[in-house]
Every structure is written in structure tokens, then in C-alpha cells.
């Protein structure tokens, strides 16, 4: 019989700002080294260490589905504006219309919350029109309770790792993505980090995957940010954030992994 399983969530702040979140799910005999990782990723980070970080441990009630992480796509650029460019032909590839992808690549790069800041989650954003619909402009959509399922990590990540894609930061953002590309209403993803030193992103969507993009900002940008795009026609806000940040949902085995490319423009 299959234990049960606990979400663990850590989310630390510096300068009475968000600095950053994880989410894990995980049997309970692993949840104590689980959180002193999560913990000592906080005290570490690239933006300072953590001065306040808060940790939530729940108990998953039930069963939880397991499926396939998306195909990834791995696109070679140049510099951040030839990745930018390409991001923006992905999207509007996806179906995002040029006004919403250009305006919101525009707002990632100037930090999408109040101020020039960087939120804590993800803009929603109506593919048709650009239009913001998040509730809160600083928070947006915290995407929540998703994992590699327990059983096959390690083998997941070794299948990535034997195909070149072995930071923690890819494994993390394709689950993250595998689970936005289900939620009812989503069209497409577009995500670079804020990390200053992390430079590559990705675009997804349901048809093509999880495309990574391998420099979309240049060294030194503490800008950054995510931004899921809604077909908005016949859209249930409450079905689709409910299900980005209550569902649990598991990834147990990797999707095709495609050559290298290199972005022609
Ligand atoms: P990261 O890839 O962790 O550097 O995150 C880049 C940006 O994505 C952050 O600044 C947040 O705005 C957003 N983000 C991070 N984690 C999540 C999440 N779980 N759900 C939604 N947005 C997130």
C-alpha cells in the first residue's frame, strides 16, 4: 500500500519582501530532511539569506493522480533579446495574441507587481487582450501541492539528467508547468526566473511542451517572473485558480525529451 502523502510548502521573504517559495510533496518519514533543505535553501539563496521563512505541512486526503511531465523543448539563443523574440513566437504559436505576449514579456521585464517588484506567484493574463485577472497584482496565483511522485524521482531525474537537463530549477519548473498546462482554460506559460544569476526560461503549452528558451535576461537582472494565459471564452476563473493551487497532482515519468535547436529567428 502506497503511504500517505504530506504537501510541504516553504515560502521566506527578506526586507519584508517575497525572496522565495517550494513545493514538495512526500511521505511522512521524509518530511524532517525535507524541510531542513527546503530551510537551508532559504538561508542561501542568490537574493540574501531569509528572514523570515514559514513552512506549511498538510496532510493530501486520498489518492493522487500521477501523469506524464510535458516534452521539452530545448531552444539555443544568442543573447536575451533574441530569446525574447523567440518567447514571443512561441506564445503567440500557442494562440496568445501579439498585443497580450508582447505586453506581458513587457511586464515580466519591468517586475510585474506594484512598484517594479516581482511578485510571489504567477499574472494571470487573458490571452485575447492582455488584460491582467489576478485578484491581487502582488501575490497572483501561487501554483501548489505538485511533485515528481516519490516512488519514481530519482529515476525521473536521472532520465533528465541523461538528456543535459540536470539543474534542480528544470525539474521544479516542469512539474510546475506540467501542472499549469491541465488547469481548465490554459492556453500557454511563460516564465524567467528573478534569480539574478539564472538567465534561461521556457514557454509552454498543451500542444508543444515545455520549450525552454536558454537565455531570456541578462546576468545581474533580479527581474523576473510567471505569467499563465486564459482563454477567457468560456473560462471558470474559480475552477481554473482552484484547481492551480489545491489540486494535488504527482509526475511519475518523463515526456519525449527533444534534440537541442538553435533559434534561427
Ligand atoms: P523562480 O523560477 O522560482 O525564480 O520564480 C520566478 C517567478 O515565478 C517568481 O518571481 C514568482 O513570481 C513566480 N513563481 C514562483 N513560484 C511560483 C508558484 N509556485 N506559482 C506561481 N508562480 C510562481
Known sequence: MNPDLYSIRLRAERSGRHLCGAERIAPEADLPALAATLVARAMTHAGGSAEAAHCTIEKLMGPVARCRLPAVTTWEVADAATGRAAACRLLLAAGVCAAAAESTLARLAEGPAPGGLVMRGAMLVDAASGARLEADPARGVRVSRMDLAP????????????????????????????????????????????????????????????????????????????????????????????????????????GQIRQRQTWQG
Open 151 to 254: 516512488e519514481s524521482r530519482e529515476q525521473v531525474l536521472a532520465e533528465l539528467a541523461a538528456a543535459g537537463l540536470n539543474h534542480h530549477r528544470v525539474a521544479e519548473a516542469l512539474v510546475l508547468a506540467g501542472k499549469v498546462l491541465q488547469a481548465p482554460g490554459v492556453i500557454a506559460e511563460l516564465c524567467w526566473s528573478d534569480d539574478p544569476e539564472y538567465l534561461s526560461g521556457y514557454v509552454a503549452d498543451p500542444r508543444q511542451g515545455y520549450q525552454r528558451i536558454t537565455r531570456l535576461k541578462d546576468a545581474g537582472d533580479a527581474k523576473g517572473g510567471r505569467a499563465i494565459f486564459v482563454d477567457t471564452r468560456s473560462w471558470d476563473r474559480s475552477a481554473c485558480v482552484t484547481f492551480l493551487e489545491r489540486q494535488p497532482l504527482l509526475f511519475d515519468r518523463p
